[in-house]
């Protein structure tokens, strides 16, 4: 099993980045998707998730509005379109797979949102 994301990097602030997450080694498609993240000296936080079928999203409240979770099942790929950054949506950015007891993660990909 694999969860691979990309994307990340240094952007400024109101600038925007889309981040991906590549899944392998299990049926993606029966697996809900999130993406978490944690800023330095905080705890780890849900930004979004998608239901296995991409009907019903939620978000975060401080990411409403500017960020969109989506995903490709044919491509076992999701996705975190993040819009009008700002410096606290600085951290490593996580993916996570979840069905049932069956839990996976990514090694993450660091954000920072910086002038």
């Known amino acids: 099993v694999q969860l691979v994301e990309s994307g990340g990097g240094l952007v400024q602030p109101g600038g925007r980045l889309r981040l991906s997450c590549a899944a392998s080694?299990?049926?993606?498609?029966?697996?809900?998707m999130s993406w978490y993240r944690q800023a330095p000296g905080k705890e780890r936080e849900l930004v979004a998730a998608?239901?296995?079928?991409?009907?019903?999203?939620n978000y975060a409240d401080s990411v409403k509005g500017r960020f969109t979770i989506s995903r490709a099942n044919v491509k076992n790929t999701v996705y975190l379109q993040a819009n009008s950054l700002k410096p606290e949506d600085t951290a490593v950015y996580y993916c996570?797979?979840?069905?049932?007891?069956?839990?996976?993660w990514g090694q993450g990909t660091q954000v920072t949102v910086s002038s």
């Open positions: 996570r797979a979840k069905r049932y007891s069956f839990d996976y």
């Open positions: 998608i239901t296995s079928n991409g009907g019903t999203t």
């Open positions: 080694g299990f049926t993606f498609s029966s697996y809900g």
